[in-house]
């Protein structure tokens, strides 16, 4: 009887270890279509939005980790830690042990979006340590993201590292269309080191395996990466063979990447007419650093035919997203600091709570976060204001180049350069094509930039004597002849005169620094070139006042102090 009751305990204990979760079958068809379908999934789990209230807690927890998972597939960005922090809280306590190298996985997943690199690999790592040993395929991916963390990071030793234990895995699975795509990476990190032996070899590796999978969609793929790194390496004619024989813009997998290789291809072969229709398309599909890119071909080819209009507006567009390139890059510069801040937080915080029976540890942890968090908002705030003085400075740098840029001296300046490349043209016109080519580029941006600068120097003249003619400036001279102010009405009316004549007059003051309308009401009255004791009169101040705002705004824009003249002089050269 003794060992009955012995053995129905032991029974007691080791069933429930061995009973194994089951979800629903909508669940276990929405993970399937998770790969192969994320945007059915998506749509599956939308519909099944009201109906898993009823499921039992293990479903409902497996159902919030597909619509991390399905949301992923789809390509569509994390915003938020908070989902997948409590799903990988569930699993991590108690949940369906299958499912936490998963959960580890979209934490990984997660984290990356967020531009959190240390902890994204953390998580990948802590997937790879509890995923079953023959899961081969989920390990393959694991590496694989992984590998595109420290790609994001220029780590490309590691990455490299990373693809390869991937491309492993797919060997071992046999999957050929997996051991192509872990080749191109391969590859594509080895040019990023510039190890072109390395890099041509891994492609064409993965050019033959997609030749005898048969799979034109990836040989058309990879043969666009050879593509890509012929032009890189100034072989225009082996890339354009690629172009002709395998019509790799017919691949809408990268529209961007293709049109930008076409492109420089044409370039590259002077074939501007070509050249210049996907410079076209690149200006409308395109991502930011293609569009950057067009731009600077389509100056090139604008100053062979000789149309100086077009030079000048696309070196403007040009700029304008080199400017934003060197912003996102700045962005990406700040993620990564504050990825690394909050991981080093977050570390702290594990091991706080893991000695918080330590009392006197606490303490002094608590004391060290706090003077920590004192620090950061101290450098942080340190930060802005640099950052926000850099900006000031900038500002009035370009303005001040705007204004020289508009001067008879820059002008002289150009004619000057242009007639010594005219020599040095002459001089190599039969010698080196390709110096006289780079010569001919330089006269026809200094001709077209004094082009600009006359005709900027014209409109300003007009400008002032459009406003000469307005009604509203008639009305400030009578206004001040008879000693009275301007009223609220008046002030609004002449600001709409002067901006809508001087372009971004308001705009470039404010830019440059923050002001009073009072501080800009002077300043629009110093444009209009009146006598101090004019000004005086229509702000309804002393003239010593005058002197004082127009001093102190001249330290503030300028950077020192000074008197009331150069200031003066700054804001009629807007």
Not at 70 to 89: F, G, R, V
Not at 523 to 535: E, G, P, Q, S, T
Request: charged share 30%.
């Amino acid at each position: 009887m003794r060992n009955l009751y012995g053995i129905l305990i032991l029974l007691v204990l080791i069933i429930p270890s061995c009973v194994r979760h089951s979800y629903p079958p909508q669940l276990i068809t929405v993970d399937s279509l998770c790969s192969t379908c994320p945007d059915s999934a998506l749509h599956m789990l939308d519909s099944m939005k009201d109906s898993c209230r009823a499921m039992d807690e293990d479903a409902l927890w497996y159902y919030r980790l597909l619509c991390v998972k399905a949301a992923d597939k789809a390509y569509i960005k994390h915003t938020s830690p908070k989902e997948i922090n409590e799903i990988l809280n569930h699993y991590e306590n108690g949940g369906d042990s299958r499912l936490l190298p998963e959960a580890y996985f979209y934490a990984g997943s997660v984290y990356r979006d967020l531009n959190d690199a240390p902890q994204a690999v953390e998580y990948f790592q802590k997937a790879l340590e509890h995923v079953p040993d023959k899961d081969l395929r989920m390990k393959s991916r694991i590496y694989n993201q992984i590998g595109q963390v420290f790609m994001s990071q220029g780590l490309t030793d590691m990455a490299v590292s990373a693809y390869k234990e991937a491309y492993k895995k797919d060997a071992l699975l046999k999957d050929t269309a997996n051991m192509i795509y872990s080749l191109r990476d391969i590859g594509y990190a080895y040019n990023k080191k510039a190890e072109n032996d390395s890099c041509e070899q891994v492609f064409r590796q993965a050019l033959v395996l997609s030749q005898d999978k048969g799979d034109k969609e990836l040989e058309r793929d990879i043969q666009g990466q050879i593509a890509g790194i012929y032009v890189e390496r100034g072989k225009y004619r082996e890339a354009l063979m690629i172009l002709d024989k395998y019509n790799i813009l017919a691949d809408n997998t990268d529209k961007s990447a293709h049109l930008y290789i076409a492109a420089a291809i044409y370039m590259g072969t002077e074939d501007y007419d070509k050249a210049e229709k996907y410079c076209d398309s690149l200006r409308m599909y395109g991502n930011i650093h293609a569009k950057r890119v067009a731009y600077k071909h389509l100056m090139r080819i604008c100053s062979k035919k000789k149309e100086y209009e077009k030079v000048s507006i696309y070196s403007d567009k040009y700029e304008e997203y080199c400017d934003s390139v060197e912003r996102i890059r700045a962005q990406e510069a700040v993620a990564n600091i504050h990825a690394i801040f909050n991981y080093n937080l977050r570390t702290k915080e594990i091991a706080r709570l893991k000695a918080k029976r330590a009392h006197n540890l606490i303490i002094f942890a608590s004391i060290i976060s706090f003077l920590s968090l004192c620090t950061c908002i101290a450098l942080y705030i340190l930060h802005k204001i640099i950052r926000r003085n850099e900006r000031q400075k900038e500002l009035f740098h370009r303005l001040r180049r705007y204004q020289y840029e508009m001067s008879q001296d820059y002008r002289k300046e150009n004619l000057a350069e242009i007639h010594r490349l005219e020599q040095q043209i002459s001089t190599f016109k039969d010698k080196n094509h390709e110096l006289v080519i780079m010569l001919e580029e330089q006269r026809t941006l200094l001709i077209a930039a004094n082009k600009k600068s006359e005709t900027d120097y014209n409109d300003k003249i007009s400008s002032m004597q459009r406003i000469y003619d307005t009604a509203i400036y008639k009305s400030v001279l009578n206004k001040a002849r008879t000693d009275k102010p301007l009223s609220d009405i008046e002030w609004e009316e002449l600001d709409v005169v002067i901006n809508n004549n001087i372009k971004n007059f308001r705009k470039r003051l404010y830019d440059i620094c923050k002001m009073s309308s009072h501080e800009y009401n002077i300043c629009m009255l110093i444009r209009l070139d009146l006598k101090m004791k004019d000004i005086a009169v229509l702000v309804g101040r002393s003239s010593s006042a005058i002197t004082m705002v127009r001093k102190r705004l001249h330290t503030k824009i300028l950077g020192k102090s000074g008197n009331g003249n150069d200031f003066d002089e700054f804001v009629k050269s807007l």
